[in-house]
C-alpha cells in the first residue's frame, strides 16, 4: 500500500488532537489531545521511515514513546495537583492571572 | 528501493553478512568533548540518589555542594574545551553526529553554566522568608504533594520539610540546556527540549507562597508547551520524509540539492516542496514558542508570574539563552538554503515581538508580569541579530544573549528581596518610595532596568548596539529603526519604575526589603559586576564572542 496514505492518516490524526487541545476545557482531555499528536507523529516518522527504506524512524518512533510517557509522569502530577486544591481540572476556571 | 530490499531492513534476522544490521558498528562516543554535559547528568543522577539515602537533615547541604561542584566542574571543562582550540580550529561533531562541538555550542554552555550557578544561588537562598516553627524555608512548598492550605501542608511546614529536589531538577533542566544549542540532529534537539522542558514544568509549581497561582502556571506552562512541542516533532517528521535524514548536515544538503547520493525515494521528496516549508515552519515555531516571540507568547506573563521568583529568573535567562541557540543553529546551518523564505516571515515575528512586547509592557502593574514583556521585547531585539544571516549576527546574538541573561536574572533575584506579610510584594504600587526606604537595593534594581532600556555605560546598551549593527549590516536597516523606536517605549516603562522606586512618596504600609543571605547577595553582586563590565568594556567579550560565531557543518 502506498505510504503517501498512513501520512494522509497522520496529517488527520494530528488535526484531530490540535483541534481538540484548543476546544476542549478539562486539562486531562487536552493532555490527551497533546498525546493523540506525538502518536500522529510517530505514524508521520514510521510511514517516512519506509518510505525511505532506512530506520531512523522507527527509532525516533521509540524515542517519542519514551518522550511522551515522561511527559505523562510530569504532567498528570501537575494536573492531579491542580485539581486537588481547586476540584476542577478545567482550564477555564484556572484564571487567577489574567491580562 | 524495491518494496522487498526495504522490507528485509526490519524483517527476520536472517543474519547473512550483507543484512545491514548485523554489521551496525558500535557507536564511538568522545567522552571528553561531551564532559560538561556528562558531568550535569550524572551529578543530576547523584541528586536523585541523594534524596533517596541521605538524610532529610543534611539534604540541603548535600545536594546544594553537589550542584555547585557540579556546574564549576562543567563550566572547567567548557573552558578547557574552549581553551584546547574546539571553538576554532578543531571545531567537529561528536558522538556520532548528534552533539556539535563548536564555537557558538561553548560559548553558550559556558554562559548557560554561569547563569545556572547564579540561579542555583538563588534556589539555595534561605533567609528571606521568616523561619517556620524554627527551620529555616526557602522559597519552594514544604511538601508539593500537599493540598494548598490543607493541614498536611501544616503538618508538612511543621517538620521542616524542603523540597530539596529542586536542585536536582535544576541539573536536569541544565542538562537539556546544554544539549539543546549543540544538539546536530532532530533528535537530539527534541529530547534535549523535553529534558530541558520537563523540569521546568515542575518547578514552576512549587512555590512557598501563592501555591494556587504556582500550580496554575506549571499547568499552563505544561499543557502549552507539550502542545508546542508536538508541533515541533511534527515539523521533524515532515523535515526527516523531505531529506530521508535527522542530521542537519545531510538535510541541509538535500536543501541545497548537494546531496551526494540520490535514492530514488529521495528523488520523490526532495522536488516536494510542502513537506519542507510546512516542515520547518513547524520546527521553527515550537523553538519561538521557547524563546517567547510573538505570537508564541502568550504563556510569558502567566508563567513567569505564578512560578517561584528565582524559577523565573533562572527560567527567563537560561532558556533563552539555550533556545536561541538552537535557533540559530537550525536558520544557519540546517535552512540557509532557505533564507529567502524565513527571512521575511522572522522580519514579521521580530517586529510584531518588539513592538508587542514594549507596548503591552506598559500596561502592566505587577512586576514579575512587567519583566515578562520585557522578556518578549529582548527576544525580538535578539531576533533581529538572528536574521542578520552574517557571523556578525551571530557573535551579537551571542554577545547580548550572555548581556542580557546575567540582568535578567540579576533583576529576579532582587525581585525576591522586596517582601510584605504575602510574601513577595510584586505589584509595582508596593515598591512606591523604595529608594527611600533602602537606597542600595532600589540603585542595584536601577541598573538593571537601565541595563534592560539599553542606556550607555549598561551590557544592554553594548548588546543592543552589536545587534543592530549586525542587523543593518545584513540588510535590516528598517528592522534596526523599529527596534529602535521600541527600545525608546521600553524605555518609558523602565524609567517609570525608576521614578517610582526615587521620587514619590513610600508608603506607611509598604513592604520590607529582607536581608538576604550570602547566597542572593552574591547572585546580584556577579549580575551587577556583569552588567557593568560589559557595558564599560565590552571589546574583549565581543571578540570572544566574534571567535566563537562560526558553526560547524
Given at each position: 500500500?502506498?505510504?503517501?496514505?498512513?501520512?494522509?492518516?497522520?496529517?488527520?490524526?494530528?488535526?484531530?488532537?490540535?483541534?481538540?487541545?484548543l476546544?476542549?476545557?478539562?486539562?486531562?482531555?487536552?493532555?490527551?489531545?497533546?498525546?493523540?499528536?506525538?502518536?500522529?507523529c510517530?505514524?508521520?516518522?514510521?510511514?517516512?521511515?519506509?518510505?525511505?527504506?532506512?530506520?531512523?524512524g522507527?527509532?525516533?518512533?521509540?524515542?517519542?514513546?519514551?518522550?511522551?510517557?515522561?511527559?505523562?509522569?510530569?504532567?498528570?502530577?501537575?494536573?492531579?495537583?491542580?485539581?486537588?486544591?481547586?476540584?476542577?481540572?478545567?482550564?477555564?476556571?484556572?484564571?487567577?492571572?489574567?491580562? | 528501493?524495491?518494496?522487498?530490499?526495504?522490507?528485509?531492513?526490519?524483517?527476520?534476522?536472517?543474519?547473512t553478512?550483507?543484512?545491514?544490521?548485523?554489521?551496525?558498528?558500535?557507536?564511538?562516543?568522545?567522552?571528553?568533548q561531551?564532559?560538561?554535559?556528562?558531568?550535569?547528568?550524572g551529578?543530576?543522577?547523584?541528586?536523585?540518589?541523594?534524596?533517596?539515602?541521605?538524610?532529610r537533615?543534611?539534604?540541603?547541604?548535600?545536594?546544594?555542594?553537589?550542584?555547585?561542584?557540579?556546574?564549576?566542574?562543567?563550566?572547567?571543562?567548557?573552558?578547557?574545551?574552549?581553551?584546547?582550540?574546539?571553538?576554532?580550529?578543531?571545531?567537529?561533531?561528536?558522538?556520532?553526529?548528534?552533539?556539535?562541538?563548536?564555537?557558538?555550542?561553548?560559548?553558550?554552555?559556558?554562559?548557560?553554566?554561569?547563569?545556572?550557578l547564579?540561579?542555583?544561588?538563588?534556589?539555595?537562598?534561605?533567609?528571606?522568608?521568616?523561619?517556620?516553627?524554627?527551620?529555616?524555608?526557602?522559597?519552594?512548598?514544604?511538601?508539593?504533594?500537599?493540598?494548598?492550605?490543607?493541614?498536611?501542608?501544616?503538618?508538612?511546614?511543621?517538620?521542616?520539610?524542603?523540597?530539596?529536589?529542586?536542585?536536582?531538577?535544576?541539573?536536569?533542566?541544565?542538562?537539556?540546556?546544554?544539549?539543546?544549542?549543540?544538539?546536530?540532529?532532530?533528535?537530539?534537539?527534541?529530547?534535549?527540549?523535553?529534558?530541558?522542558?520537563?523540569?521546568?514544568?515542575?518547578?514552576?509549581?512549587?512555590?512557598?507562597?501563592?501555591?494556587?497561582?504556582?500550580?496554575?502556571a506549571?499547568?499552563?506552562?505544561?499543557?502549552?508547551?507539550?502542545?508546542?512541542?508536538?508541533?515541533?516533532?511534527?515539523?521533524?517528521?515532515?523535515?526527516y520524509?523531505?531529506?530521508?535524514?535527522?542530521s542537519?548536515?545531510?538535510?541541509?544538503?538535500?536543501?541545497?540539492?548537494?546531496?551526494?547520493?540520490?535514492?530514488?525515494?529521495?528523488?520523490?521528496?526532495?522536488?516536494?516542496?510542502?513537506?519542507?516549508?510546512?516542515?520547518?515552519?513547524?520546527?521553527?515555531?515550537?523553538?519561538?514558542?521557547?524563546?517567547?516571540?510573538?505570537?508564541?507568547?502568550?504563556?510569558?506573563?502567566?508563567?513567569?508570574?505564578?512560578?517561584?521568583?528565582?524559577?523565573?529568573?533562572?527560567?527567563?535567562?537560561?532558556?533563552?539563552?539555550?533556545?536561541?541557540?538552537?535557533?540559530?543553529?537550525?536558520?544557519?546551518?540546517?535552512?540557509?538554503?532557505?533564507?529567502?523564505?524565513?527571512?521575511?516571515?522572522?522580519?514579521?515575528?521580530?517586529?510584531?515581538?518588539?513592538?508587542?512586547?514594549?507596548?503591552?509592557?506598559?500596561?502592566?502593574?505587577d512586576?514579575?508580569?512587567?519583566?515578562?514583556?520585557?522578556?518578549?521585547?529582548?527576544?525580538?531585539?535578539?531576533?533581529?541579530?538572528?536574521?542578520?544571516?552574517?557571523?556578525?549576527?551571530?557573535?551579537?546574538?551571542?554577545?547580548?544573549?550572555?548581556?542580557?541573561?546575567?540582568?535578567?536574572?540579576?533583576?529576579?533575584?532582587?525581585?525576591?528581596?522586596?517582601?510584605?506579610?504575602?510574601?513577595?510584594?510584586?505589584?509595582?504600587?508596593?515598591?512606591a518610595?523604595?529608594?527611600?526606604?533602602?537606597?542600595?537595593?532600589?540603585?542595584?534594581?536601577?541598573?538593571?532596568?537601565?541595563?534592560?532600556?539599553?542606556?550607555?555605560?549598561?551590557?544592554?546598551f553594548?548588546?543592543?548596539?552589536?545587534?543592530?549593527?549586525?542587523?543593518?549590516?545584513?540588510?535590516?536597516?528598517?528592522?534596526?529603526?523599529?527596534?529602535?523606536?521600541?527600545?525608546a517605549?521600553?524605555?518609558?516603562f523602565?524609567?517609570?519604575?525608576?521614578?517610582?522606586?526615587?521620587?514619590?512618596?513610600?508608603?506607611?504600609?509598604?513592604?520590607?526589603?529582607?536581608?538576604?543571605?550570602?547566597?542572593?547577595?552574591?547572585?546580584?553582586?556577579?549580575?551587577v559586576?556583569?552588567?557593568?563590565?560589559?557595558?564599560?568594556?565590552?571589546?574583549?567579550?565581543?571578540?570572544?564572542?566574534?571567535?566563537?560565531g562560526?558553526?560547524?557543518?
Open positions: 500500500m502506498n505510504p503517501v496514505n498512513y501520512l494522509y492518516l497522520a496529517a488527520l490524526l494530528f488535526t484531530i488532537g490540535a483541534t481538540g487541545v476546544i476542549r476545557r478539562n486539562a486531562i482531555v487536552v493532555f490527551m489531545c497533546v498525546e493523540l499528536m506525538l502518536n500522529a510517530n505514524l508521520a516518522f514510521v510511514a517516512f521511515s519506509r518510505l525511505h527504506g532506512n530506520l531512523d522507527q527509532i525516533i518512533a521509540f524515542f517519542t514513546m519514551v518522550v511522551a510517557a515522561a511527559e505523562v509522569v510530569v504532567g498528570l502530577a501537575i494536573i492531579v495537583s491542580l485539581f486537588r486544591s481547586r476540584h476542577s481540572a478545567s482550564v477555564d476556571d484556572a484564571s487567577l492571572m489574567k491580562l | 528501493m524495491s518494496a522487498t530490499a526495504v522490507h528485509s531492513l526490519w524483517t527476520t534476522a536472517a543474519a553478512a550483507a543484512d545491514p544490521i548485523g554489521k551496525i558498528d558500535a557507536p564511538k562516543i568522545e567522552y571528553g561531551l564532559a560538561p554535559t556528562l558531568i550535569i547528568i551529578a543530576a543522577v547523584l541528586g536523585i540518589l541523594a534524596e533517596a539515602f541521605v538524610p537533615r543534611s539534604r540541603y547541604y548535600a545536594q546544594m555542594f553537589l550542584s555547585v561542584v557540579a556546574l564549576i566542574a562543567a563550566f572547567a571543562a567548557v573552558v578547557a574545551l574552549a581553551a584546547g582550540g574546539h571553538g576554532t580550529t578543531k571545531a567537529g561533531i561528536a558522538a556520532m553526529g548528534a552533539i556539535a562541538v563548536d564555537g557558538p555550542a561553548l560559548f553558550l554552555q559556558g554562559t548557560i553554566l554561569l547563569v545556572a547564579v540561579g542555583l544561588f538563588t534556589f539555595a537562598e534561605r533567609r528571606l522568608d521568616p523561619e517556620a516553627h524554627g527551620n529555616r524555608v526557602d522559597s519552594f512548598a514544604a511538601q508539593a504533594a500537599a493540598v494548598p492550605g490543607s493541614e498536611s501542608e501544616q503538618r508538612a511546614v511543621k517538620a521542616g520539610f524542603t523540597t530539596t529536589e529542586v536542585f536536582p531538577l535544576l541539573l536536569f533542566a541544565v542538562a537539556g540546556m546544554l544539549v539543546f544549542p549543540a544538539a546536530n540532529d532532530l533528535l537530539t534537539l527534541f529530547v534535549a527540549l523535553e529534558v530541558l522542558s520537563l523540569p521546568l514544568y515542575l518547578l514552576c509549581a512549587l512555590a512557598r507562597r501563592k501555591r494556587l497561582m504556582s500550580q496554575e506549571a499547568v499552563k506552562y505544561f499543557l502549552l508547551g507539550a502542545f508546542a512541542s508536538a508541533f515541533t516533532l511534527f515539523g521533524i517528521a515532515l523535515l520524509g523531505y531529506a530521508g535524514s535527522m542537519y548536515g545531510t538535510i541541509a544538503q538535500v536543501v541545497d540539492g548537494t546531496v551526494p547520493e540520490v535514492t530514488p525515494a529521495l528523488a520523490g521528496t526532495m522536488g516536494n516542496d510542502a513537506l519542507l516549508l510546512v516542515g520547518s515552519a513547524l520546527l521553527v515555531m515550537g523553538l519561538l514558542f521557547k524563546v517567547g516571540a510573538v505570537p508564541f507568547h502568550m504563556w510569558t506573563p502567566d508563567v513567569y508570574q505564578g512560578a517561584p521568583t528565582p524559577v523565573t529568573g533562572f527560567m527567563a535567562a537560561a532558556t533563552k539563552v539555550a533556545a536561541f541557540g538552537a535557533l540559530l543553529r537550525i536558520l544557519y546551518v540546517v535552512l540557509p538554503g532557505l533564507r529567502w523564505d524565513w527571512r521575511p516571515v522572522m522580519w514579521g515575528v521580530a517586529i510584531v515581538t518588539m513592538l508587542a512586547g514594549a507596548i503591552v509592557a506598559i500596561t502592566q502593574t512586576i514579575k508580569r512587567l519583566l515578562a514583556y520585557s522578556s518578549i521585547a529582548h527576544a525580538g531585539f535578539i531576533l533581529a541579530g538572528v536574521i542578520a544571516t552574517t557571523p556578525e549576527g551571530i557573535s551579537s546574538v551571542l554577545f547580548y544573549l550572555a548581556a542580557y541573561s546575567f540582568v535578567t536574572i540579576g533583576a529576579f533575584a532582587v525581585v525576591t528581596l522586596v517582601r510584605d506579610a504575602g510574601g513577595e510584594a510584586t505589584h509595582l504600587s508596593k515598591w518610595g523604595l529608594g527611600r526606604r533602602s537606597p542600595l537595593v532600589a540603585a542595584v534594581f536601577a541598573v538593571f532596568l537601565l541595563a534592560f532600556a539599553g542606556i550607555p555605560l549598561t551590557s544592554g553594548s548588546g543592543k548596539f552589536a545587534v543592530f549593527k549586525a542587523a543593518a549590516e545584513g540588510g535590516a536597516a528598517p528592522l534596526v529603526v523599529i527596534g529602535v523606536i521600541s527600545s517605549i521600553a524605555a518609558f523602565y524609567i517609570r519604575v525608576i521614578v517610582l522606586m526615587f521620587f514619590s512618596e513610600p508608603r506607611p504600609e509598604g513592604p520590607t526589603v529582607a536581608v538576604p543571605s550570602p547566597l542572593t547577595m552574591t547572585a546580584i553582586g556577579v549580575g559586576a556583569v552588567t557593568v563590565v560589559l557595558g564599560v568594556a565590552p571589546q574583549y567579550f565581543l571578540d570572544l564572542a566574534g571567535q566563537a562560526v558553526f560547524v557543518r
